[in-house]
Protein backbone atom coordinates (compact mmCIF):
# COMPACT_ATOMS: atom_id res chain seq x y z
CA UNK A 1 0.00 0.00 0.00
CA UNK A 2 0.92 3.48 -0.58
CA UNK A 3 3.24 5.12 2.50
CA UNK A 4 1.83 8.74 1.51
CA UNK A 5 -1.70 7.58 0.94
CA UNK A 6 -1.93 5.18 4.61
CA UNK A 7 0.09 8.86 6.22
CA UNK A 8 -2.46 11.42 4.96
CA UNK A 9 -5.71 8.19 5.78
CA UNK A 10 -4.33 8.63 9.55
CA UNK A 11 -4.15 11.86 10.24
CA UNK A 12 -7.74 12.75 8.58
CA UNK A 13 -9.32 10.46 11.24
CA UNK A 14 -7.84 13.10 13.82
CA UNK A 15 -9.23 16.44 11.93
CA UNK A 16 -13.27 16.15 12.64
CA UNK A 17 -12.88 20.06 12.20
CA UNK A 18 -11.52 19.80 8.36
CA UNK A 19 -14.02 16.75 7.81
CA UNK A 20 -16.49 18.95 8.83
CA UNK A 21 -15.20 21.97 6.41
CA UNK A 22 -14.86 19.35 3.72
CA UNK A 23 -18.78 17.86 3.54
CA UNK A 24 -19.73 21.44 3.42
CA UNK A 25 -17.21 22.69 0.90
CA UNK A 26 -18.13 19.67 -1.58
CA UNK A 27 -21.99 20.57 -1.28
CA UNK A 28 -21.34 24.83 -1.59
CA UNK A 29 -18.22 24.63 -3.75
CA UNK A 30 -16.93 27.91 -2.97
CA UNK A 31 -13.96 27.79 -5.24
CA UNK A 32 -15.58 26.10 -8.13
CA UNK A 33 -13.33 27.15 -11.14
CA UNK A 34 -10.61 28.83 -9.12
CA UNK A 35 -6.93 28.01 -8.97
CA UNK A 36 -5.40 28.16 -5.37
CA UNK A 37 -1.32 28.37 -5.42
CA UNK A 38 0.00 26.88 -2.18
CA UNK A 39 3.57 26.84 -0.73
CA UNK A 40 3.56 24.78 2.55
CA UNK A 41 5.20 22.07 3.99
CA UNK A 42 4.08 18.95 2.05
CA UNK A 43 3.30 16.18 4.68
CA UNK A 44 0.17 14.38 5.37
CA UNK A 45 -1.63 17.06 7.45
CA UNK A 46 -1.51 19.44 4.62
CA UNK A 47 -2.17 17.12 2.72
CA UNK A 48 -5.82 17.39 4.09
CA UNK A 49 -5.85 20.66 3.65
CA UNK A 50 -5.38 20.27 -0.26
CA UNK A 51 -8.11 18.16 -0.32
CA UNK A 52 -10.44 20.12 1.42
CA UNK A 53 -9.73 22.80 -0.89
CA UNK A 54 -10.31 20.27 -4.10
CA UNK A 55 -13.52 19.03 -2.71
CA UNK A 56 -14.51 23.00 -2.31
CA UNK A 57 -13.64 22.79 -6.16
CA UNK A 58 -10.31 24.12 -6.10
CA UNK A 59 -7.76 23.23 -8.37
CA UNK A 60 -4.69 23.41 -6.24
CA UNK A 61 -0.83 23.55 -7.25
CA UNK A 62 0.92 23.01 -4.11
CA UNK A 63 4.79 23.09 -3.87
CA UNK A 64 6.90 23.15 -0.70
CA UNK A 65 8.12 25.26 1.30
CA UNK A 66 11.33 24.85 2.91
CA UNK A 67 14.08 22.40 0.92
CA UNK A 68 14.28 19.99 3.74
CA UNK A 69 10.50 19.39 4.77
CA UNK A 70 8.70 17.62 2.35
CA UNK A 71 7.68 14.07 2.72
CA UNK A 72 8.05 12.54 -0.64
CA UNK A 73 5.89 10.02 -0.46
CA UNK A 74 2.72 12.41 0.72
CA UNK A 75 3.61 14.80 -2.16
CA UNK A 76 3.39 11.46 -4.57
CA UNK A 77 0.41 10.59 -3.38
CA UNK A 78 -0.77 13.37 -3.51
CA UNK A 79 -0.03 13.76 -7.14
CA UNK A 80 -2.08 11.26 -7.78
CA UNK A 81 -5.41 12.75 -6.24
CA UNK A 82 -7.71 14.35 -9.14
CA UNK A 83 -7.27 18.22 -9.31
CA UNK A 84 -4.06 18.70 -7.51
CA UNK A 85 -0.86 19.09 -8.34
CA UNK A 86 2.11 18.70 -6.51
CA UNK A 87 5.67 20.25 -7.15
CA UNK A 88 7.90 19.45 -3.74
CA UNK A 89 10.39 17.56 -3.57
CA UNK A 90 12.94 16.80 0.01
CA UNK A 91 16.49 17.99 -0.19
CA UNK A 92 15.81 19.98 -3.10
CA UNK A 93 18.54 23.04 -4.40
CA UNK A 94 17.52 26.59 -4.07
CA UNK A 95 16.85 26.76 -7.33
CA UNK A 96 15.16 23.45 -7.74
CA UNK A 97 13.18 25.37 -4.98
CA UNK A 98 12.47 27.87 -7.28
CA UNK A 99 11.69 26.51 -9.77
CA UNK A 100 8.61 24.67 -8.25
CA UNK A 101 7.53 27.82 -6.42
CA UNK A 102 7.38 29.26 -10.75
CA UNK A 103 5.29 26.18 -11.37
CA UNK A 104 3.02 26.79 -8.96
CA UNK A 105 2.87 30.18 -10.38
CA UNK A 106 2.62 29.40 -14.00
CA UNK A 107 -0.91 27.59 -12.77
CA UNK A 108 -1.92 31.56 -12.29
CA UNK A 109 -3.64 30.90 -9.08
CA UNK A 110 -6.29 33.51 -7.85
CA UNK A 111 -5.43 32.42 -4.10
CA UNK A 112 -2.09 31.85 -2.31
CA UNK A 113 -1.61 29.92 0.66
CA UNK A 114 2.21 30.83 2.15
CA UNK A 115 4.24 29.41 4.78
CA UNK A 116 6.52 31.88 5.03
CA UNK A 117 6.00 33.92 2.59
CA UNK A 118 8.06 32.19 -0.35
CA UNK A 119 5.37 32.38 -2.73
CA UNK A 120 4.33 35.99 -2.03
CA UNK A 121 7.55 37.58 -2.62
CA UNK A 122 8.16 35.70 -5.97
CA UNK A 123 5.04 37.19 -7.05
CA UNK A 124 6.20 40.68 -6.15
CA UNK A 125 9.45 40.24 -7.70
CA UNK A 126 10.83 37.52 -10.45
CA UNK A 127 6.96 36.91 -11.17
CA UNK A 128 5.04 39.93 -11.63
CA UNK A 129 3.49 38.79 -14.41
CA UNK A 130 0.69 36.77 -12.20
CA UNK A 131 -0.14 39.69 -9.70
CA UNK A 132 -3.15 40.74 -12.38
CA UNK A 133 -5.19 37.23 -11.21
CA UNK A 134 -4.68 37.26 -7.64
CA UNK A 135 -7.20 38.12 -5.41
CA UNK A 136 -5.70 37.29 -2.09
CA UNK A 137 -3.57 35.08 0.21
CA UNK A 138 -3.16 33.30 3.39
CA UNK A 139 -0.33 33.35 5.81
CA UNK A 140 0.09 30.52 7.92
CA UNK A 141 3.27 31.62 10.12
CA UNK A 142 5.31 34.53 12.38
CA UNK A 143 7.76 35.05 10.16
CA UNK A 144 5.70 35.55 6.85
CA UNK A 145 3.45 37.60 8.94
CA UNK A 146 6.77 39.65 9.52
CA UNK A 147 7.53 40.15 5.97
CA UNK A 148 4.51 40.73 4.87
CA UNK A 149 3.68 43.60 7.43
CA UNK A 150 7.51 45.23 6.50
CA UNK A 151 5.76 45.14 2.49
CA UNK A 152 2.56 46.45 3.44
CA UNK A 153 3.64 49.21 5.56
CA UNK A 154 6.15 50.70 2.32
CA UNK A 155 3.07 49.99 0.19
CA UNK A 156 4.59 47.00 -2.03
CA UNK A 157 1.44 44.52 -1.25
CA UNK A 158 -0.67 44.61 -3.80
CA UNK A 159 -3.62 41.85 -2.63
CA UNK A 160 -5.55 41.43 1.19
CA UNK A 161 -3.51 38.85 2.90
CA UNK A 162 -5.42 37.27 5.88
CA UNK A 163 -2.71 36.55 8.83
CA UNK A 164 -4.00 33.27 9.79
CA UNK A 165 -0.79 33.12 11.66
CA UNK A 166 -2.04 35.73 14.27
CA UNK A 167 -5.56 34.86 15.04
CA UNK A 168 -6.23 33.09 18.66
CA UNK A 169 -7.04 29.84 17.33
CA UNK A 170 -3.31 29.43 16.07
CA UNK A 171 -1.40 30.76 18.73
CA UNK A 172 -3.11 29.25 21.60
CA UNK A 173 -2.95 25.67 19.83
CA UNK A 174 -0.41 25.60 17.01
CA UNK A 175 2.17 27.62 18.27
CA UNK A 176 1.73 26.69 22.11
CA UNK A 177 1.27 23.12 22.33
CA UNK A 178 1.93 22.13 18.26
CA UNK A 179 5.50 24.01 18.76
CA UNK A 180 6.01 22.64 22.65
CA UNK A 181 5.52 19.00 21.59
CA UNK A 182 6.67 18.79 18.09
CA UNK A 183 10.44 20.07 18.54
CA UNK A 184 10.33 17.99 22.00
CA UNK A 185 9.57 15.18 19.61
CA UNK A 186 12.06 15.23 16.91
CA UNK A 187 14.71 16.07 19.17
CA UNK A 188 14.21 13.22 21.46
CA UNK A 189 13.68 11.14 17.83
CA UNK A 190 16.41 12.10 16.21
CA UNK A 191 18.88 12.19 18.91
CA UNK A 192 17.72 9.60 21.63
CA UNK A 193 18.84 12.40 24.51
CA UNK A 194 16.57 12.72 27.99
CA UNK A 195 15.30 15.71 28.75
CA UNK A 196 14.71 15.11 32.26
CA UNK A 197 17.26 17.05 34.24
CA UNK A 198 19.14 18.50 31.22
CA UNK A 199 19.40 22.49 31.00
CA UNK A 200 17.17 23.18 28.08
CA UNK A 201 17.60 26.88 26.80
CA UNK A 202 14.69 28.48 25.23
CA UNK A 203 15.65 31.87 22.92
CA UNK A 204 12.33 33.29 22.58
CA UNK A 205 9.45 33.50 24.96
CA UNK A 206 6.60 34.47 22.72
CA UNK A 207 3.94 31.78 21.72
CA UNK A 208 6.15 28.98 20.69
CA UNK A 209 8.90 29.67 23.11
CA UNK A 210 6.61 29.83 26.11
CA UNK A 211 5.02 26.62 24.86
CA UNK A 212 8.19 24.92 24.18
CA UNK A 213 9.22 25.65 27.88
CA UNK A 214 6.43 24.64 29.53
CA UNK A 215 6.71 21.02 27.69
CA UNK A 216 10.40 21.25 28.85
CA UNK A 217 9.68 21.68 32.31
CA UNK A 218 6.78 19.39 32.03
CA UNK A 219 9.41 16.53 31.25
CA UNK A 220 11.45 17.16 34.00
CA UNK A 221 14.20 19.94 32.40
CA UNK A 222 15.55 22.68 34.16
CA UNK A 223 14.45 25.45 31.23
CA UNK A 224 16.27 28.87 30.79
CA UNK A 225 14.86 31.66 28.81
CA UNK A 226 16.75 34.24 27.05
CA UNK A 227 14.28 37.02 25.96
CA UNK A 228 14.81 40.78 24.59
CA UNK A 229 11.36 42.27 25.31
CA UNK A 230 11.73 43.16 28.84
CA UNK A 231 8.23 42.41 29.34
CA UNK A 232 8.20 38.63 28.04
CA UNK A 233 11.32 38.23 30.14
CA UNK A 234 9.56 39.28 33.01
CA UNK A 235 6.62 37.10 32.20
CA UNK A 236 8.82 33.82 31.90
CA UNK A 237 10.68 35.06 35.16
CA UNK A 238 7.59 34.59 36.86
CA UNK A 239 6.12 31.70 35.24
CA UNK A 240 9.48 30.08 37.30
CA UNK A 241 12.19 30.13 34.64
CA UNK A 242 15.60 31.01 34.87
CA UNK A 243 15.58 34.08 32.52
CA UNK A 244 19.14 35.84 31.39
CA UNK A 245 21.49 36.76 28.52
CA UNK A 246 22.35 34.05 26.03
CA UNK A 247 25.70 34.30 26.59
CA UNK A 248 25.29 33.58 30.25
CA UNK A 249 23.07 30.64 29.43
CA UNK A 250 25.98 29.45 26.55
CA UNK A 251 27.89 28.30 29.87
CA UNK A 252 25.42 25.82 31.35
CA UNK A 253 23.01 24.80 28.75
CA UNK A 254 22.69 20.86 27.33
CA UNK A 255 20.13 21.93 24.66
CA UNK A 256 19.31 25.16 22.83
CA UNK A 257 16.41 25.90 21.08
CA UNK A 258 15.76 28.87 19.12
CA UNK A 259 12.41 29.99 18.32
CA UNK A 260 12.54 33.89 17.82
CA UNK A 261 12.22 34.19 13.68
CA UNK A 262 15.10 36.86 14.45
CA UNK A 263 18.70 36.22 12.95
CA UNK A 264 21.81 35.28 14.57
CA UNK A 265 20.45 34.39 17.51
CA UNK A 266 23.31 31.86 18.73
CA UNK A 267 26.66 33.61 16.87
CA UNK A 268 29.92 32.02 16.61
CA UNK A 269 30.98 34.08 20.25
CA UNK A 270 28.09 32.05 22.34
CA UNK A 271 29.02 28.50 20.66
CA UNK A 272 33.05 29.27 21.83
CA UNK A 273 31.22 29.16 25.37
CA UNK A 274 29.23 26.15 25.37
CA UNK A 275 30.27 22.98 26.81
CA UNK A 276 31.89 19.84 24.24
CA UNK A 277 27.94 17.90 23.43
CA UNK A 278 25.72 20.43 23.65
CA UNK A 279 22.88 20.14 21.24
CA UNK A 280 21.32 22.94 19.05
CA UNK A 281 17.89 23.37 17.49
CA UNK A 282 16.26 25.64 15.62
CA UNK A 283 12.24 25.94 15.48
CA UNK A 284 12.21 29.30 13.88
CA UNK A 285 11.04 29.56 9.92
CA UNK A 286 14.45 29.74 8.43
CA UNK A 287 17.75 28.68 9.24
CA UNK A 288 19.12 32.15 10.20
CA UNK A 289 18.92 32.08 14.00
CA UNK A 290 22.22 29.61 14.38
CA UNK A 291 25.21 30.94 12.80
CA UNK A 292 25.76 27.70 10.55
CA UNK A 293 28.33 29.66 8.44
CA UNK A 294 30.39 30.02 11.73
CA UNK A 295 30.46 26.33 12.45
CA UNK A 296 30.86 25.49 8.97
CA UNK A 297 34.04 27.89 8.83
CA UNK A 298 35.48 27.31 11.89
CA UNK A 299 35.23 23.68 12.56
CA UNK A 300 35.12 19.94 10.96
CA UNK A 301 32.02 18.28 10.35
CA UNK A 302 30.46 15.05 9.99
CA UNK A 303 27.06 14.10 9.55
CA UNK A 304 26.98 11.67 12.57
CA UNK A 305 23.73 10.32 12.38
CA UNK A 306 20.80 11.39 10.20
CA UNK A 307 19.73 14.66 10.78
CA UNK A 308 22.62 15.54 13.02
CA UNK A 309 25.74 17.47 11.82
CA UNK A 310 28.58 16.86 14.57
CA UNK A 311 31.44 19.88 14.75
CA UNK A 312 34.71 18.88 16.08
CA UNK A 313 36.29 22.03 17.41
CA UNK A 314 39.62 21.31 18.42
CA UNK A 315 38.42 18.65 21.45
CA UNK A 316 35.00 20.17 21.53
CA UNK A 317 31.99 18.86 19.80
CA UNK A 318 28.54 20.96 19.19
CA UNK A 319 26.01 18.59 17.36
CA UNK A 320 23.51 20.87 14.84
CA UNK A 321 20.19 19.62 13.99
CA UNK A 322 18.57 19.35 10.73
CA UNK A 323 21.48 22.01 9.65
CA UNK A 324 19.57 25.03 11.71
CA UNK A 325 15.84 24.63 9.72
CA UNK A 326 13.15 23.80 11.45
CA UNK A 327 13.48 21.10 13.53
CA UNK A 328 10.37 19.72 14.22
CA UNK A 329 9.58 19.29 10.24
CA UNK A 330 13.35 18.93 8.56
CA UNK A 331 14.86 15.88 10.73
CA UNK A 332 14.05 12.83 8.59
CA UNK A 333 12.00 11.42 11.45
CA UNK A 334 10.06 14.90 12.41
CA UNK A 335 6.42 14.97 11.52
CA UNK A 336 5.92 18.71 12.03
CA UNK A 337 3.31 19.72 14.64
CA UNK A 338 0.67 17.02 16.62
CA UNK A 339 -2.47 16.17 13.98
CA UNK A 340 -5.44 17.82 16.00
CA UNK A 341 -3.12 21.06 16.49
CA UNK A 342 -3.24 21.36 12.85
CA UNK A 343 -7.21 20.46 11.78
CA UNK A 344 -7.30 23.87 13.67
CA UNK A 345 -5.25 25.86 11.96
CA UNK A 346 -5.98 24.27 8.68
CA UNK A 347 -9.52 24.72 9.34
CA UNK A 348 -8.67 28.44 10.25
CA UNK A 349 -6.74 28.32 6.48
CA UNK A 350 -9.28 26.50 4.26
CA UNK A 351 -12.51 29.03 6.31
CA UNK A 352 -10.03 32.17 5.80
CA UNK A 353 -9.27 31.31 1.49
CA UNK A 354 -13.29 30.47 1.63
CA UNK A 355 -14.03 34.19 3.19
CA UNK A 356 -11.45 35.62 0.15
CA UNK A 357 -13.02 34.03 -2.40
CA UNK A 358 -16.43 35.65 -0.91
CA UNK A 359 -15.27 38.80 0.00
CA UNK A 360 -11.92 39.63 -1.59
CA UNK A 361 -13.42 43.03 -3.84
CA UNK A 362 -14.37 44.52 -0.17
CA UNK A 363 -10.65 44.04 0.79
CA UNK A 364 -7.84 46.53 0.61
CA UNK A 365 -4.40 45.24 -0.67
CA UNK A 366 -2.76 45.23 3.16
CA UNK A 367 -2.46 42.28 5.78
CA UNK A 368 -6.36 41.32 7.41
CA UNK A 369 -6.95 39.45 10.81
CA UNK A 370 -9.00 36.42 10.74
CA UNK A 371 -12.28 37.47 10.97
CA UNK A 372 -13.49 36.74 14.43
CA UNK A 373 -16.40 34.77 13.34
CA UNK A 374 -14.22 32.11 11.59
CA UNK A 375 -11.91 32.00 14.70
CA UNK A 376 -14.83 30.96 17.13
CA UNK A 377 -16.48 28.45 14.55
CA UNK A 378 -13.08 26.81 14.74
CA UNK A 379 -13.48 26.67 18.10
CA UNK A 380 -17.24 25.28 18.43
CA UNK A 381 -16.57 23.12 16.07
CA UNK A 382 -14.09 21.24 17.80
CA UNK A 383 -15.72 21.31 21.32
CA UNK A 384 -18.89 19.69 19.18
CA UNK A 385 -16.54 17.23 17.70
CA UNK A 386 -15.30 16.24 21.57
CA UNK A 387 -19.04 16.19 22.84
CA UNK A 388 -18.24 19.29 25.01
CA UNK A 389 -21.04 22.15 25.63
CA UNK A 390 -19.92 25.34 27.47
CA UNK A 391 -22.58 27.73 28.68
CA UNK A 392 -24.32 30.77 26.77
CA UNK A 393 -24.73 34.15 28.01
CA UNK A 394 -27.96 35.09 29.27
CA UNK A 395 -29.68 37.84 28.21
CA UNK A 396 -28.96 40.12 31.55
CA UNK A 397 -25.53 39.12 31.38
CA UNK A 398 -25.01 40.39 27.61
CA UNK A 399 -26.93 43.56 28.68
CA UNK A 400 -24.98 43.79 31.47
CA UNK A 401 -21.58 43.45 29.47
CA UNK A 402 -22.89 46.13 26.95
CA UNK A 403 -23.84 48.19 29.25
CA UNK A 404 -21.70 51.49 31.02
CA UNK A 405 -24.27 52.62 34.18
CA UNK A 406 -24.61 49.79 36.04
CA UNK A 407 -22.04 50.63 38.93
CA UNK A 408 -21.96 50.51 42.75
N1 LIG B 1 2.70 20.73 9.23
C1 LIG B 1 2.30 21.45 8.16
N2 LIG B 1 2.58 22.74 8.32
C2 LIG B 1 3.19 22.86 9.51
C3 LIG B 1 3.73 23.94 10.25
N3 LIG B 1 3.70 25.18 9.78
N4 LIG B 1 4.31 23.68 11.43
C4 LIG B 1 4.35 22.42 11.89
N5 LIG B 1 3.85 21.36 11.28
C5 LIG B 1 3.27 21.56 10.09
Known amino acids: MDSGKLKIDWARQYMPVLTEISSRFKKEQPFAGKVIGMALHVEAKTANLVQTLRDGGATVHITGCNPLSTQDDVAKALSKESGVFCYAKRGCSVDEYY ?6 LDAQPVITIDDGMDLIHRLHTARQDVLPVVIGGCEETTTGIHRLRA ?17 PMKHYFDNVHGTGESVLTAIMATTNSLIAGKWIVVAGFG ?3 RGLARKASALGAKVIVTEIDPRRALEAFMEGFHVMSMHDAAHIGDIFITTTGNRDVITGKHMALMKSGVILANAGHFNIEIDGKWLHDNAQSIEERDGIHSYHIGDKIIHLLAEGRLVNLAVPKGMGHPIEVMDLSFAVQALSAEYLARNYSKLESNVHDVPDEIDRAVASYKLASLNISIDLLSKDQEEYMESWDMGT
Open 99 to 104: DAIDAV
Open 151 to 167: MASEGKLKFPVIAVNDT
Open 207 to 209: YCG
